[in-house]
C-alpha cells in the first residue's frame, strides 16, 4: 500500500473522511499528537487501528468528535459536571471518561463500560472530524510503544505501507496527548496527566481531583503498557537544586562505559553541562513538552544510544511531562 501525506485542503478533507465512512483507517492530526482514527462505530475497521499499531486489544481507545451533540451519540449520561468541562475545555486537550452506549463496540473500550471523548481543537482536526460525520475511534498514529507522533513525518517513519492517507496539520501544538479525567462516578479521577493540567481542572470543578490507582487493568491509553520509547536508553533526573551536577556525573558515567549520550535540556541551561551533547528544549516546559517525543525520535535518527532529561516540577504541565519520562524510561531515575 502507497501511503501519502495530504495538505488539509478541502478535497483531502473529503477524501480522507470518506475513507473513514466506507471502513477505513487514516492519520489526522491534533493539537496534541497524531491520531490513527477510524469510525467508532464500524468494529472492522476499529480492530485494523490495532493490527496496524500492534496494539494490545485490551487497551481501549478515545473517541474523537466534532461537537457536543457526538457526544451525546456515545456516552449515556452527560453529567452536570462533565458539561461544565466541556464548556471549558473543549475543544482542547481533555478527554472525558463517562458511562457508554451500547452503540459502542466493546472493542473500542476493551470491553470496559466507559468510554473516553475528546473534542480536539486542532482546525484541520476539527473539519476532518466534522467531514466524517461520526464519532472517531483513534489512538496515536505511531508503532505500539514507540514515541507519540507529532508531525505527518513520524506517522510516515512508522506506518508507511500500512496506511493510506497522513493528513498532515503541522506540528502539534501541545505535543503531549490530551489529559484524560473520568466523571463517571461519584467524584472525578485523574486517569492520565496531559495537556489540561490537574489544576486547571480543579478551578473549575471547584473540588480536588484524586489520581486513579492502578487496578492492574487499563482504564484508559497509556495506563498499562510501555509506551513513548525510543530504541536509545532513557534517563530522567529528579528535579532538586543539584540536578545538573547529577546528570553531568550520569552522563559521564555513559561515556565511560561506551555509550554515547544526549542531554534534553532548557535552553537557559545549556551551559551547565559544558562540552556535553545536549539537545536544546526551548524556552519552558511548555515548550519542553512539544518538542519531548520529536526529541526522542531524533535521538535514535542520529544514533545516540541514550538519552538523559532534565527533571521538571510537578506542576502544570511538568506533571505530563513526568508521567511520559517514567513511562518511556521504565522509571529510570537518576
Known amino acids: 500500500m502507497e501511503t501519502r501525506i495530504l495538505q488539509p485542503n478541502p478535497e483531502n478533507i473529503r477524501l480522507c473522511a470518506q475513507r473513514i465512512k466506507s471502513g477505513g483507517v487514516v492519520a489526522f492530526p491534533t493539537e496534541t499528537v497524531y491520531g490513527l482514527g477510524a469510525s467508532a462505530f464500524e468494529p472492522r475497521a476499529v480492530r485494523e487501528i490495532f493490527r496496524i499499531k500492534g496494539r494490545p486489544n485490551d487497551n481501549p481507545l478515545i473517541v ?3 461537537s457536543l451533540e457526538q457526544i ?4 449515556d449520561l452527560v453529567s452536570p459536571l462533565a458539561l461544565k468541562l466541556i464548556s471549558a475545555f473543549m475543544p482542547g486537550a481533555l478527554t472525558l471518561v463517562m458511562k457508554r452506549k451500547s452503540c459502542v463496540p466493546d472493542c473500542v473500550t476493551a470491553g470496559l463500560d466507559t468510554v473516553g471523548v475528546r473534542m480536539p481543537s486542532n482546525e484541520a482536526c476539527r473539519k476532518f472530524l ?8 483513534a489512538p496515536s498514529a505511531n508503532t505500539s510503544t514507540r514515541p507519540s507522533p507529532t508531525c505527518a513525518e513520524h506517522v ?3 506506518l508507511r505501507g500500512k496506511i493510506p492517507y497522513v493528513l498532515d496539520g503541522g506540528e502539534c501544538e501541545i505535543g503531549l496527548e490530551s489529559t484524560i479525567l473520568d466523571v463517571s462516578g461519584v467524584a472525578p479521577k485523574l486517569l492520565r496527566a496531559g495537556g489540561i493540567s490537574i489544576e486547571e481542572l480543579e478551578r473549575v470543578c471547584g473540588l480536588k481531583i484524586q489520581t486513579a490507582s492502578s487496578t492492574g487493568k487499563a482504564l484508559c491509553p497509556g495506563m498499562k503498557y510501555k509506551h513513548y520509547s525510543p530504541k536509545a536508553e ?3 533526573s529528579a528535579y532538586y537544586g543539584n540536578m545538573f551536577g547529577g546528570i553531568n556525573a550520569h552522563y559521564d558515567l555513559l561515556v565511560s562505559s561506551g555509550k554515547n549520550p544526549v542531554i534534553l535540556c532548557l535552553d537557559k541551561n545549556a551551559s551547565l553541562y559544558g562540552a556535553r551533547k545536549v539537545y536544546r528544549m526551548g524556552a519552558d516546559y511548555g515548550d519542553y513538552a512539544r518538542m519531548l517525543f520529536a526529541s526522542l ?3 535514535d535518527s542520529q544514533n545516540y544510544d541514550s ?8 506542576e502544570g504541565i511538568g506533571a505530563a511531562i513526568i508521567n511520559r519520562l517514567v513511562k518511556s524510561s521504565g522509571g529510570k531515575i537518576i
Do not use: K, Q, T
Open 307 to 314: 538519552v538523559i532529561a532534565e527533571g521538571v516540577p510537578s
Open 297 to 299: 525520535r531524533r535521538a
Open 156 to 158: 510516515y517513519d512508522d
Open 72 to 75: 451525546r451519540e456515545v456516552a
Open 130 to 137: 466534522a467531514e466524517c460525520g461520526v464519532p472517531v475511534a
Open 234 to 236: 532513557v534517563y530522567f
Open 64 to 66: 474523537h468528535v466534532s
